[in-house]
Structure formats: C-alpha cells, structure tokens
C-alpha cells in the first residue's frame, strides 16, 4: 500500500513539473510575441500620428485644389503647389500579427488583449484601403498644373470628385487615426510611438505641408484624448 502511494505521490509530482516547464515555456513564447507585436504597433503608430497632425494643413491644401480647378474651368492657368499624394504615404505593417495569429501561442495570450489586437489589426486593414483609395483621389488632381487649353469638361467634373474623395478619405483617416491611437494606447505599454527613423521624415513632411499656408499642425495629444475608440 505505502509502495502504491509513493507511485502515485511520484507520478503528481511529475505531472506537477511537467505543468510548471510547459507553463514557463509558454510564458516565454507570449513575452516574445507580445515585444514583438507591441513593437509593430508603435512603428504603425508612427503613421497614424503623422497623419492626425497633419489634418488640418491637407484641409487648406485642400481649398487651393479647390479652387485652382474652379480657376481651371474658367479656362484661367493656374497652379498648385506640390499635391499631397507625395507626402500622405506610409507603409503599415501586420507580418508579426499574422505570425502570432496562426501560432499556438496565440491561445495563451489572455482573452481581453486578443481581442484588443483584433481590434487594432482589423481597423488597420481599413486604413490601409482608406489611403490607398486617398491616393488615388490626389493623383487625379495631378491635371490642376496643366495648360487650360489641354483640360476639358470631363477633367473637371473627375477633378471636382477626386477633391470630394480625397475630403472624405482624409477625416476619415485623421479621425480613425486618433482612435487607433486611444485604442491602442489601453493595452500597448509605454511608450505610444516607436519614433523609428521614418518619424522624423513624417516630421519634415508636416512642416513642409504646414509651413506653406502658415498653419500649424493638430495638437496629438488633445486628438487622441478627444478620440473614440
């Protein structure tokens, strides 16, 4: 009877270990994943920072496009400084929240923050398409600088949308942005933004966009506070 017990004793006592190894081993895998996951959302976060800040000085670009095209149909030469679909741009990255996604580990992480990620990464996946559809408003507005004689009727009425949709696309993304943000900001552990190499190019650009019409960017922190997530 005591030899029974002693098995038993010894074979909870492995389970037990067993437990606590594949318990650490996991608890390591989640800390990796989460650097790693945490460290793409302030890279993202990046962008979307540029892009609050840089709201209200796309708004008075904006108004010139406007009213260069107007000029334009009145058969007046005109000319706008450089459109903003050079400057709007920024890559926005999911490769390590793919990777967890379809990983093991990824059932370890707890409920709430899988759910928080969900979240973030599906709002991306908008604002991805959100700009590429922005980008492509601008470009047609690549017609404002060219001879009146050249434009015709039909340039005007796809230059006239082309501003509508680059309207929308913009607060929409600035908007959306700022939520990303105040969203992220529950969960992702100081600080906010990586402020990698890039953010000081997005910097140059709002100075550059901002500097032409004498105006100044959205304050971040305020957008952010002010943001619905």
Partial sequence: ?????SVVFGVLIALAV???????????????????????IRYN?????FRVMLRPCLDSQLEQARAAVEALAAGKATRASALADRVIGGR????????????????????QERRRL????????DLREWTSEEGRAWREL????????????SDI?????AIKNAEVFGEVIGRNSANQLARAQRFVPAPLLAKAPRYARF??????ACGQFGQRPQDLDAAVRQAQP
């Fill in 45 to 49: 976060n990046d962008w979307m920072a």
């Fill in 92 to 111: 926005l990255d999911n490769q390590n929240w793919q990777a967890l996604r379809t990983s093991s580990t990824f059932e370890h992480l707890p409920d």
């Fill in 1 to 5: 009877m005591l030899e029974m017990v």
């Fill in 157 to 161: 009425s796809r230059m006239r949308l």
């Fill in 118 to 125: 969900g979240e973030y990464y599906s709002q991306l996946d």
């Fill in 142 to 153: 690549s017609l404002i600088n060219f001879a009146p004689n050249t434009i015709e009727r």
């Fill in 18 to 40: 067993n437990e606590a190894v594949q318990n650490w081993h996991w608890a390591e895998d989640v800390a990796e994943a989460r650097a790693g996951i945490y460290e793409e």
């Fill in 203 to 208: 910097v140059e650009r709002i100075k550059a």
